[in-house]
């Protein structure tokens, strides 16, 4: 079965504008790692990494909206806030015949998500988003997926700096410290996000050898 990535926004702005906030922080990383819906709407949980999390923060204090902080450090914060109602793309992608699968990427103002589909119900999930007036595109479609295909363009330019400046050779020709002022960013950061291209490379390296 198909893989394909896929990513979306919606039209204009909103008094709520997360995708707008993306677009203002294109060096930051926000991940949205599960929602489930209740009588009250749609419960999210995000996940921001960030030079200055507490912009985000900021951003659900001046929102209609309530919301709690799960997690807050020096670089990260972790919000769960609820959504009144159940967006466009989420019942799309229920009535396309689609799964949601997390966590969703949310980067410079779109959602990117990846998909275990058939060609049919992606073009359903199009035709169902696009008629709600967001902009719809397939970023990829593949049959079997290189792990390093899964990473984002920030995890991808870390592994990269990390292989080229000997970061896992054995022994280490550049520590996590080293790798972090060569980067620009701090310590704690640079670790957090090899961990998740890590994560994700191993997990999806040891999925397919699998099947």
């Not at 490379?201 to 050898?209: H, Q, R």
Request: charged residues 25%.
């Amino acid at each position: 079965m198909p893989k394909a990535r896929v990513k979306f926004k919606p039209p204009g702005t909103r008094p709520f504008d997360l995708f707008g906030f993306t677009a203002n922080h294109p060096d930051d990383e926000f991940r949205i790692l599960s929602n489930y819906p209740t009588g009250e709407g749609l419960y999210v949980i995000l996940e921001a990494t960030m030079a200055n999390p507490e912009a985000v923060v900021d951003l659900f204090e001046r929102s209609p909206m309530s919301y709690e902080v799960l997690h807050a450090d020096e670089h990260t914060a972790l919000i769960q806030y609820l959504l009144p109602f159940v967006p466009p793309p989420l019942r799309a992608v229920f009535s396309s015949g689609n799964l949601p699968q997390f966590p969703l990427l949310v980067q410079d103002g779109w959602i990117l998500t990846d998909l275990t589909t058939t060609q049919g119900r992606l073009s359903d999930f199009r035709d169902e988003l696009e008629a709600t007036g967001f902009a719809f595109e397939v970023v990829s479609v593949t049959q079997s997926t290189d792990p390093t295909d899964l990473l984002t363009d920030r995890q991808r330019r870390f592994m990269v700096e990390a292989l080229e400046r000997g970061y896992y050779d054995t022994p280490r020709d550049c520590s996590l410290t080293d790798l972090a002022a060569a980067l620009d960013v701090s310590k704690s950061t640079a670790s957090v996000v090899l961990h998740r291209a890590e994560e994700t490379v191993v997990k999806e390296f040891f999925a397919e050898s699998a099947d």
